[in-house]
């Protein structure tokens, strides 16, 4: 009888090893998910990548900004009134619902996230709670992307979102990463 006990704390222990040890990265709502999707198959089919390049930086000839830049994952409010009020800019007429607008918005959001994620997903350990980009840990701290907000250690992929969690730590320090779909 002792034995069975002694058997069943060992694995009860092991049990809670392995799970205090494995990786907790706080996922992407499936909702969401499904939402960029969607706003990034209406890109393509719209051809907005003809003016706009979905990551890295503007072709030569292209007429608008860097989509992958973190003022458009912070700030997806400037890109949905820039889509509802499209006939003001300087952009072409493109018909969208206000459920494509939304889709359409969270996909730019996602660019900066998916421009910093690492290739290799192997030692991916957290989330910027800023744009949602998978990251290590060792890698932040080694190049200075760590804070500290009570008690609690967020990391970030790239010096511009550190900055902006600075300037709104509570609005970031809820829940880690979370994007409201504004």
């Not at 706080?26 to 960029?36: A, F, N, R, Y």
């Not at 030569?60 to 009020?85: N, Q, T």
């Not at 421009?115 to 190049?143: H, Q, W």
Request: proline letters at 5%; glycine letters at 8%.
């Amino acid at each position: 009888m002792w034995m069975r006990i002694g058997i069943g704390m060992i694995l009860l222990t092991l049990l809670m090893v392995f799970t205090a040890c494995s990786k907790s990265v706080p996922s992407v709502p499936k909702d969401l998910e499904e939402q960029i999707a969607v706003g990034e198959n209406i890109f393509y089919s719209k051809d907005c990548g003809k003016c706009h390049q979905a990551g890295g930086y503007p072709k030569p000839d292209e007429a608008g900004p860097k989509l992958s830049s973190v003022f458009f994952a912070h700030d997806s409010m400037h890109v949905k009134y820039h889509l509802y009020h499209i006939g003001r800019t300087d952009m072409p007429v493109i018909p969208l619902t206000s459920q494509e607008i939304s889709a359409v918005t969270q996909f730019i959001a996602s660019l900066h996230a998916k421009a910093f994620t690492p290739a290799n997903l192997d030692k991916v350990d957290a989330r910027c709670p800023v744009c949602g980009a998978l990251l290590e840990k060792e890698v932040a701290i080694k190049s200075s992307l760590q804070v500290a907000v009570g008690g609690k250690f967020y990391y970030f992929e790239c010096p511009e979102c550190k900055e902006i969690f600075l300037q709104d730590t509570k609005g970031y320090t809820r829940s880690g990463y979370v994007r409201d779909g504004k």
